[in-house]
């Protein structure tokens, strides 16, 4: 299948024109004339990915986060993404992003991390500027109340979490939830405003937890678990709209980030 068609079908559904300015989405390396044997889908692009790739005989990385954003002061790239690079090109693996112009998605990333604990009736947390059917994190309702203490509880089993931050328990019931999957401390006030009971993201510095001033919970799931789910959701999109086109998810790890 020609990398053109795959990109077009992911294109209509999360134009580049939608990712934010700092990003760096579509196809990074590579040529759309190029014919795809096989795609893997990834959060990351680390070696172990780019070495499955190699062998299992797939020549289309589809990744979440850009595998570079070039630095605006020394419009230079790290070498170890350079070493990437140079990798790819010499075993003809195209590497195409999908980042925020998913996270923009009315139905994209942090919707469908929504979905993973079942809020009723959600919308964008806050829309873009030119476009209200678009825009970043995701709010909607629980469909049973519970208190603060047992829904760090529920968090912890629905995202398969060993660990999560979260500021001052406030002894109140979780009824409105807001989300937004990545970093996320930018919705602080945002969810305040909608009156949620609580903000689930994640990358929350020290002085971030400061800011809810008893207004709301707000809970630190972690990047790479506040966003793995998106492969998935990448994944059934592509095989629905291109039922015969072979595509699997990476089974490399790529979360940079240990636990002891």
Not at 90 to 96: E, G, L, M, S
Request: glycine share 4%.
């Amino acid at each position: 299948m020609l990398l053109s068609k795959i990109i077009k079908t992911l294109e209509e559904w999360c134009p580049t024109n939608d990712a934010e300015e700092f990003d760096n989405v579509g196809l990074l390396i590579g040529d759309q004339e190029s014919y795809i044997h096989k795609a893997i889908i990834t959060l990351d692009i680390t070696e172990d990915v780019i070495n499955e790739c190699i062998s299992c005989d797939a020549n289309l990385i589809i990744s979440f986060h850009p595998l570079f954003i070039v630095d605006s002061k020394t419009e230079k790239i790290d070498e170890r993404v350079n070493n990437y690079i140079l990798k790819c090109l010499k075993y003809d693996i195209n590497v195409y992003c999908i980042h925020t112009n998913l996270d923009n998605n009315k139905k994209g990333t942090s919707y469908q991390l929504g979905k993973i604990i079942k809020l009723k009736d959600q919308k964008i947390l806050i829309k873009t500027q030119d476009n209200i059917h678009k825009g970043m994190g995701s709010i909607g309702f629980m469909d049973r109340p519970m208190n603060d203490y047992n829904f760090l509880n529920f968090l912890k089993e629905k995202f398969n979490l060993n660990y999560l931050r979260h500021s001052h328990l406030l002894n109140k019931k979780i009824k409105k939830v807001a989300l937004v999957a990545g970093s996320g401390s930018f919705a602080i006030e945002s969810a305040i405003s909608e009156k949620a009971d609580c903000l689930i993201s994640s990358d929350f510095k020290y002085h971030d937890f400061f800011k809810p001033c008893n207004q709301i919970l707000i809970i630190d799931i972690g990047h790479y678990e506040s966003e793995r789910h998106i492969k998935d959701t990448i994944l059934n999109h592509l095989n629905k709209k291109i039922p015969k086109f072979a595509c699997t998810i990476a089974k490399s790890k790529t979360n940079p980030v240990n636990y002891f």
